[in-house]
């Protein structure tokens, strides 16, 4: 994506619809004041319906130009400071996760969703994350993980530009889940 937000191939970015988005955070049945983590944020596709699910959210975005532009539709200034939203620019890779009990709703990078897949495993204070990946890789790592599950479907045309072959939602369970 450029520094003006277009979609881009450099990044791999597909952003979601917001039915579609509304439609996943519904099913992750987020409760009032969990603290979620929308890893890979993008333009807050699913920030936006969190935070109307009352979820204080940690918003977290690699790209500069997209970080910026979720600042601008989210003005806060960190959970200290009373805001429900806090925008960090990391890499998903590396970004510290919480020691505090915590959930994942995301639209990850696809490109690294086997890296992410083991720090959500290995993280003891997850209790659930429910990620939007290829339907192949829903439905492999189903078979192979005991505490993942399949959720729901994403058509292709739930992106923008549309995905190629559609993708489902990965249920993680934490330790704590």
Not at 1 to 8: E, F, L, R, V
Not at 49 to 67: D, F, I, W, Y
């Amino acid at each position: 994506m450029s520094a003006g937000g277009k979609p881009g191939r450099q990044w791999g970015y597909h952003s979601l619809d917001p039915r579609a988005a509304r439609r996943i955070v519904a099913g992750a049945g987020i409760q009032t004041d969990d603290l979620v983590l929308d890893l890979g944020a993008g333009l807050g596709a699913l920030t936006a319906p969190l935070l109307a699910a009352g979820a204080r959210v940690l918003a977290v975005e690699l790209h500069p130009g997209r970080v910026e532009q979720l600042r601008r539709r989210f003005p806060c200034g960190g959970f200290g400071s009373g805001w429900s939203v806090e925008i960090r620019r990391g890499d998903l890779r590396t970004t510290p996760l919480p020691q505090c009990p915590y959930r994942v709703v995301a639209n990850p990078p696809w490109s690294i969703l086997e890296s992410l897949r083991e720090r959500l495993l290995r993280s003891p204070s997850l209790i659930r994350a429910d990620l939007v990946v290829p339907r192949w890789v829903a439905r492999k790592w189903a078979t192979r993980y005991s505490r993942i599950g399949l959720g729901g479907s994403v058509a292709s045309e739930s992106f923008r530009p549309s995905a190629p072959a559609g993708a489902a939602v990965a249920v993680i369970v934490g330790r704590r889940g």
